[in-house]
């Protein structure tokens, strides 16, 4: 178990829908990333937080946005949902979000697009 | 830019041999991180070993290796003994710090290596 809890495990919804997924980081942590992994793109990074500001933007698509609250939870909003937005989300925390600092991963939101 | 590449997509070995997963990086720093991470079928990813480019001493960690080698921006990992419990994706993924102002723009990773131990 790597501390950082995310919500739901799983969500299926349909096409043109907006869904919010949820981020704990671990104890101590301040800062949050998202990725993104499907099939046709592998891993892919999404978004940097860190203490609440947005640090770094990865291949976010402008449909997405996210944001990180005074007690350090994050939420990743996916709207105007699409068939190849199905995929595994996964949310990671570090210390500070400095490059050697490692990241550890929540379980992952598996969405599903209808 | 960075770039990882993970030329073996899978590998299949019988239970107890030797297996090496290949990791080769692309990047503009000169300073950077390496990491490995495990993605069981549970579908979680789990943190194996960090990295830094100044630190080329090879490291193991029980039946777990690896081999860094900044003359060819290599970065392997070995698993000797291999047993059924390794099965899984393995990825490999860089950080870079310089350019990024000391800070992390995420993680880059390789396409992962779909690693099947055979009983």
């Known amino acids: 178990d790597s501390g950082v809890t995310q919500t739901p495990k799983h969500l299926i919804t349909a096409t043109g829908q907006r869904v919010t997924l949820r981020c704990s980081p671990r104890?101590?942590?301040?800062?949050v990333y998202w990725y993104q992994q499907s099939l046709d793109q592998g891993l892919q990074f999404l978004i940097q937080y860190y203490n609440g500001e947005e640090r770094a933007k990865g291949n976010i698509l402008e449909r997405f946005s996210a944001q990180q609250f005074p007690d350090l939870h994050s939420e990743l909003n996916l709207s105007s949902l699409e068939l190849g937005d199905s995929a595994l989300y996964f949310c990671?925390?570090?210390?500070?979000?400095?490059?050697?600092?490692?990241?550890?991963f929540g379980p992952g939101t598996r969405l599903l697009v209808l | 830019a960075q770039k990882v590449t993970q030329a073996q997509t899978e590998i299949s070995v019988v239970e107890k041999e030797d297996v090496t997963l290949d990791c080769v990086y692309e990047?503009?720093?000169?300073?950077?991180?390496l990491f490995w991470y495990k993605q069981p079928p549970s579908g979680e990813l789990v943190f194996l070993i960090r990295r830094n480019s100044f630190d080329e001493q090879n490291e193991i960690s029980g039946r777990y290796s690896w081999n860094f080698q900044k003359s060819t921006s290599s970065f392997n990992f070995t698993i000797t003994a291999s047993q059924v419990v390794d099965s899984a994706v393995y990825f490999c993924?860089?950080?870079?710090?310089?350019?990024?102002?000391?800070?992390?723009?995420?993680?880059?990773f390789g396409k992962g290596t779909h690693l099947i131990i055979q009983p």
């Open positions: 993924a860089l950080s870079e710090a310089v350019y990024s102002g000391g800070g992390a723009d995420g993680l880059t």
């Open positions: 104890s101590g942590d301040l800062s």
């Open positions: 990671a925390s570090s210390r500070s979000g400095r490059a050697q600092e490692t990241q550890y």
């Open positions: 990047t503009r720093d000169t300073t950077y991180y």
